[in-house]
């Protein structure tokens, strides 16, 4: 499968614990994203890589969470001291500097109890 | 920061009917306009996108249109089939730090009956 991949593909955990999510992008995309969706709602965008550089940040992205992409390939994204209104989807994306299609992951569903 | 209205929230329509999606937006930088579907425990996939300079683009089934005086696009999908069947997002996109940064509407759920 040469597709986006994730993991995990779920998470649960309590209240106060942190959270590691990974990204595998697409081999030789060079930009990654990450997103968070909730129930009903489309994603947010949350961050985006340029390699291994950190080009955006939405003001979602509080300084709880942090996202690297330490050698240019895969990314992760942490939570620390997680809360109930973390519980979402977080999902990937990656594209070529051309097009700009952006390609999804099957995205890491996180329940926070 | 960029706001998009998505309407309707779900629709249900037959077999072979046409089915019209219909988004608003309010940044008038935004110049990069895609629909993604969704399926259920998959991640959005674009299906067609269209940039600012142009009106409307086709592909098959899929036509969107887009009116950037008024700040709205449209999803027009013809001979509607059960397959279609998913949630669809709107997105309004601007350019920043070498890429383009949607805002997504908040879906709508096309139900084809067979």
């Known amino acids: 499968d040469t597709g986006v991949s994730q993991d995990p593909r779920h998470k649960i955990t309590k209240r106060g614990q942190n959270v590691t999510f990974r990204c595998d992008p697409i081999s030789e995309h060079n930009r990654l994203y990450w997103y968070r969706q909730t129930l009903g709602q489309g994603p947010e965008f949350l961050t985006y890589f340029q390699n291994e550089a950190q080009l955006e940040k939405s003001r979602l992205l509080s300084d709880r969470f942090s996202a690297e992409r330490p050698k240019g390939s895969f990314s992760t994204l942490e939570i620390q001291r997680t809360e109930q209104g973390d519980s979402a989807m977080y999902l990937c994306?990656?594209?070529?500097?051309?097009?700009?299609?952006?390609?999804f992951g099957p995205g890491t569903r996180l329940t926070v109890l | 920061g960029e706001n998009v209205e998505q309407h309707p929230s779900t629709l249900s329509v037959q077999e072979g009917d046409s089915a019209v999606i219909k988004c608003t937006y309010s940044d008038s930088a935004s110049n990069y306009f895609p629909w993604y579907k969704q399926e259920l425990g998959k991640g959005p996939q674009l299906i067609i996108d269209?940039?600012?300079?142009?009106g409307e683009k086709k592909d098959q089934r899929i036509a969107v249109t887009l009116n950037k005086t008024a700040k709205h696009f449209s999803l027009h999908i013809t001979e509607t089939q059960p397959e279609d069947s998913a949630v669809y997002f709107c997105?309004?996109?601007?350019?920043?730090?070498?890429?383009?940064?949607?805002?997504f509407g908040r879906g709508t759920s096309l139900i084809v009956h067979p």
């Open positions: 997105a309004a996109s601007w350019w920043s730090g070498g890429s383009y940064i949607p805002t």
């Open positions: 269209i940039r600012s300079n142009v």
């Open positions: 994306a990656s594209r070529q500097q051309d097009p700009d299609t952006q390609y």
